[in-house]
């Protein structure tokens, strides 16, 4: 069972290295409404447009859901962020926390975890990854209500606060597709970040 889940994770890891070949943010799960809020006063680098203090519509999609020892997504939508249809999403997996332990893929059994962007991101002109902490039971789905924290590292700092993700009511049949490459304001999905889709 123990190597099952390191070879699962060693696969994961690997895949994301590559641009995601296997799937990892395919995965059909459950979709939400949700706010996103920047704190007031957070240390964010300039040059951005989303990462300015204040609320802003997003969606919020929890993937697989199963109770099994698997990688686990976050994936976020702030729709029409830089423009009508001009979208900026994050596609985040179940992996560690600070350098290198962040570029890693971390099998889960619930949701409540840590999750990474994996690969770098430009803001403005500082690199950094993107995260996401969640807090459940072993095997709860976080539902309308539940804050999810919104988190931002520098390329070898750990993860620190930057903001909240407040999920809404869960958004039932339909699908919505992610794309890392949907940027734009400031910040741009490095490869291999850049190629994740789900």
Do not use: C
């Not at 704190?39 to 990462?51: I, K, M, Y």
């Not at 802003?56 to 976020?76: C, E, F, G, K, Y």
């Not at 001009?86 to 962040?102: E, I, R, T, W």
């Not at 789905?141 to 606060?161: C, H, K, N, T």
Request: proline share 6%; net charge negative.
């Amino acid at each position: 069972m123990v190597l099952d889940t390191l070879g699962e994770a060693v696969t994961a890891t690997v895949s994301a290295v590559l641009g995601d070949r296997t799937g990892l943010f395919a995965q059909r799960g459950a979709l939400f409404g949700a706010t996103l809020t920047i704190d007031a006063d957070a240390r964010v680098p300039d040059g951005t447009a989303l990462l300015r203090p204040g609320s802003r519509d997003a969606l919020v999609r929890l993937a697989p859901l199963t109770d099994l020892n698997v990688p686990r997504t976050v994936s976020i939508k702030v729709p029409d962020a830089y423009g009508e249809g001009q979208d900026q999403d994050f596609l985040l997996a179940s992996s560690g926390n600070g350098a290198p332990l962040h570029h890693a893929v971390l099998p889960s059994t619930g949701f409540g975890h840590l999750y990474s962007s994996l690969w770098l991101y430009l803001a403005g002109l500082e690199p950094v990854a993107f995260g996401a902490r969640v807090y459940t039971g072993d095997t709860e789905l976080p539902g309308a209500g539940d804050r999810i924290e919104f988190l931002l590292s520098g390329v070898l700092s750990r993860f620190r606060q930057v903001g909240t993700l407040e999920l809404g009511d869960e958004i039932v049949g339909q699908q919505l597709d992610f794309a890392a490459a949907h940027t734009g304001g400031g910040l741009r999905a490095l490869p291999p970040a850049s190629f994740y889709r789900g």
